[in-house]
Each structure stands twice: as structure tokens, then as C-alpha cells.
């Protein structure tokens, strides 16, 4: 059974840097595809970056494009998001999902984690 935990969330100044951690302790995602959403206050469930299950294809939103950096560690059965250059509006709740379809939706996805907190200040 998927079983997702996130860490690596906190507290950051603006132009700084965090390190987003997802396992699957059920170790059954080697072959889905993951990704990273995120939520503020007041605000819908947004996409942020999504890896396929080898690691050929990757997707960013815009507003992290260039910023964000997602991969998948060995195992398989993880996958990181390193968040340089941090804005005010990248504070969120950072959800990790996964999936066995490539999508960008929310709707779309079968699994997600608890959700670690990221706060980014000015």
C-alpha cells in the first residue's frame, strides 16, 4: 500500500533555499509517477512539478520554472524538489503525490502525502 511522508519543510527567508524529501514507505511507486503540489491559505490545490517513474519526463509550472528542481532518488521510491530563490509566494503547504498516469491535475492523483508546511518570509 502507498504510504507517502514529505519532509524537509520550514522557515526560509526570501532568496533562500529548501529541500522537500518524499518517501513512499510501502516501497510500491518504483513504476508511478510523482510529483509535488502545493496549497496557501485561501487558495486552490496548485501544480507544482511532476517526475515520470524513470525520470525522462519532467513538468514545472511556470511560476517555479527555473527556481525548482525535482528528481527521483535511486530507490524509486522517492523523489525530491530543491527550491532555490524563494519567494514570499511560494509559501504554502507542499503536498508529494503519486500516480500510475502522467498528469498536472490534482483530480488525477490516487495517492498524497501529509503535506509539510514551507513558509518563505520578505
Known amino acids: 500500500q502507498v504510504h507517502l511522508v514529505e519532509s524537509g519543510g520550514g522557515l526560509v527567508q526570501a532568496g533562500g533555499s529548501l529541500r522537500l524529501s518524499c518517501a513512499d514507505t510501502?516501497?510500491?511507486?518504483?513504476?508511478?509517477?510523482m510529483g509535488w503540489f502545493r496549497q496557501a491559505p485561501g487558495k486552490e490545490r496548485e501544480f507544482v512539478a511532476a517526475?515520470?517513474?524513470?525520470?525522462?519526463?519532467?513538468n514545472y509550472a511556470d511560476s517555479v520554472q527555473r527556481r525548482f528542481t525535482i528528481s527521483r532518488g535511486n530507490a524509486k521510491n522517492t523523489v525530491y524538489l530543491q527550491m532555490d530563490n524563494l519567494k514570499p509566494e511560494d509559501t504554502a503547504v507542499y503536498f508529494c503525490?503519486?500516480?500510475?498516469?502522467?498528469?498536472?491535475?490534482?483530480?488525477?492523483?490516487?495517492?498524497w502525502g501529509q503535506g509539510t508546511q514551507v513558509t518563505v518570509s520578505s
Open positions: 503525490v503519486a500516480n500510475d498516469r502522467w498528469s498536472i491535475m490534482a483530480s488525477r492523483y490516487d495517492y
Open positions: 517526475v515520470s517513474w524513470n525520470g525522462g519526463l519532467i
Open positions: 510501502g516501497r510500491t511507486v518504483n513504476n508511478y509517477n
